[in-house]
């Protein structure tokens, strides 16, 4: 499986979110960032900065979810990306 062009398969990494305090934020304060952490599966034939395993931060309307290989897997575009760790 690889990606066409700028597009990136991505596994969405669900995070526990904590306050400075150690207060757990809920599910539903956490859908409120705008921003979701995941790791890089493949990048595209087109992306040059990004590469397989990197964790990334990407915008959270960005995308649609697949079905590849019986895992869930989310496809976004380079641009999306905010941040590379």
Do not use: C, W
Request: charged share 30%; no cysteine; proline share 1%.
């Amino acid at each position: 499986m690889k990606a066409i062009g700028k597009f990136i398969v991505i596994k969405a990494i669900e995070e526990e979110l904590k306050t400075d305090s150690g207060l757990l934020l809920s599910a539903e304060d956490a859908n409120s960032f705008r921003y979701r952490k995941g790791i890089v599966i493949t990048p595209g034939s087109g992306v040059t900065v990004i590469e397989k395993d990197n964790v990334i931060y990407y915008d959270r309307n960005a995308g649609h979810d697949m079905l590849l290989k019986n895992e869930s897997v989310t496809i976004i575009q380079e641009r999306d990306v905010v941040v590379v760790l």
